[in-house]
């Protein structure tokens, strides 16, 4: 019964964590059929929306940071069943995405704006382009590892997960971190750049590109030299060939 409950845990901590995530993407784009996305509201007193918005960052912060890391989930499994450890993650995550947008905060002014409507349409389709990127990345791999299903399916037939293994294809061919260069191009490419979503873009910027360094270490640590030799082969972020 308890590899069972494990299961429909792993279930609904997926449908949480990939809701949160299709959530805070359109929010971002600032689709007009939601009841609230990220120019929708009037901005307030300027010092409680940075406040709120810089408890929400932290927040993101924090958790993705402590809870990617490899001593975290050492420690982290010895006090949750380790089938679960995935699904956690996905499913706090996702819960931190619906947060932003649930209370993510305006702030005037405007960084951009483009009003040639051929301007506009070329930046919706980069901005859905980039949000498919990360999509289309995670079936590249083992989107169903990466979102904690395989852990809980593994679980509940009572069979051992595979090994980590190393996997060099499509999007990965040339550049380390598809997941996050998507993202990158999904929170940059907006027809109007408020000073609300510039705010957001350069936040979620840095942490990303500070968070790959630590991220890369426990790559090495887990693949070995066959992630070293990938390392020096294909560039990080950006999808250009190393010289």
């Known amino acids: 019964m308890s590899r069972l409950l494990i299961f429909i845990y792993g279930l609904f901590s997926y449908a949480v964590g990939l809701g949160g995530l299709v959530w805070f993407a359109l929010f971002v784009g600032g689709w007009e059929f939601l009841p609230r996305h990220i120019d929708s509201e009037s901005p307030g007193l300027l010092g409680s929306a940075l406040l709120i918005n810089f408890s929400l960052i932290t927040l993101f912060v924090l958790q993705h940071s402590i809870m990617a890391r490899l001593t975290f989930k050492s420690r982290w499994t010895k006090i949750i069943p380790r089938a679960t450890e995935r699904s956690t993650y996905l499913l706090i995550s996702g819960i931190i995405m619906a947060l932003f947008c649930l209370y993510w905060q305006p702030v005037n002014g405007v960084f951009w704006q483009v009003d ?76 109007t750049m408020s000073m609300t979503h510039l705010m957001l873009s350069v936040s979620l910027t840095v942490y990303v590109l500070v968070s790959l360094r630590y991220e890369e270490r426990d790559l090495v640590t887990t693949l070995g030299k066959n992630y070293e030799d990938y390392q020096r082969r294909v560039r990080m972020i950006i999808p250009l060939p190393k010289s």
Do not use: C, D
């Not at 809980?152 to 037939?157: D, G, H, K, Q, W």
């Not at 060099?168 to 040339?174: D, G, H, L, P, S």
């Not at 971190?177 to 907006?190: A, F, K, M, R, V």
């Open 116 to 191: 040639n409507q051929v301007g506009q349409v070329v930046l919706i389709a980069i901005y859905i382009i980039g949000w498919s990127i990360p999509v289309l990345a995670s079936f590249m791999i083992n989107h169903f590892e990466l979102f904690g299903l395989q852990q809980v399916y593994f679980n509940l037939i009572n069979k051992p997960e595979p090994s980590p293994h190393f996997t060099e294809r499509w999007f990965y061919k040339i550049v380390r971190h598809p997941i996050q260069l998507g993202t990158l191009i999904g929170i940059w490419s907006t027809p």
